[in-house]
Nanobody, 124 residues
Framework: VQLQAFGGGLVQAGESLRLSCAAS????????MGWFRQAPGKEREFVAV????????VYADSVKGRFTISRDNAKNTVYLQMSSLKPEDTAVYSC??????????????????WGQGTQVTVSS
């Protein structure tokens, strides 16, 4: 099982960026997928998750209204559209997949599969 994230980079504050995460090794259509991030010197934190059918999305308060998570089960891919980026969004963003069918949560320990992370840097 592999999760590979793409799309990170260096942008200026106020700009947008879209992250993608392609999953392989099993079907992810029944599982919640999402994103966590870790900034330098800080603990890893929850960003957003989306249920298997896209009906449920959950966002961290810090990104609500600016980030949008979506998925394409036919492509085993989850996306994170990030708009109005701020310097405090600078972090390594990792995509994740749940280990239990149907469960939706913010709890890191519930996510058995993690991608390698992609760096997002927002300059002021």
């Amino acid at each position: 099982v592999q999760l590979q994230a793409f799309g990170g980079g260096l942008v200026q504050a106020g700009e947008s960026l879209r992250l993608s995460c392609a999953a392989s090794g099993r079907t992810f259509s029944g599982y919640t997928m999402g994103w966590f991030r870790q900034a330098p010197g800080k603990e890893r934190e929850f960003v957003a998750v989306i249920s298997w059918n896209g009906a449920i999305t959950v966002y961290a308060d810090s990104v609500k209204g600016r980030f949008t998570i979506s998925r394409d089960n036919a492509k085993n891919t989850v996306y994170l559209q990030m708009s109005s980026l701020k310097p405090e969004d600078t972090a390594v963003y990792s995509c994740v997949s749940e280990s239990v069918i149907g469960r939706v949560s913010r709890i890191q320990a519930n996510y058995a599969y993690w991608g390698q992370g992609t760096q997002v840097t927002v300059s002021s």
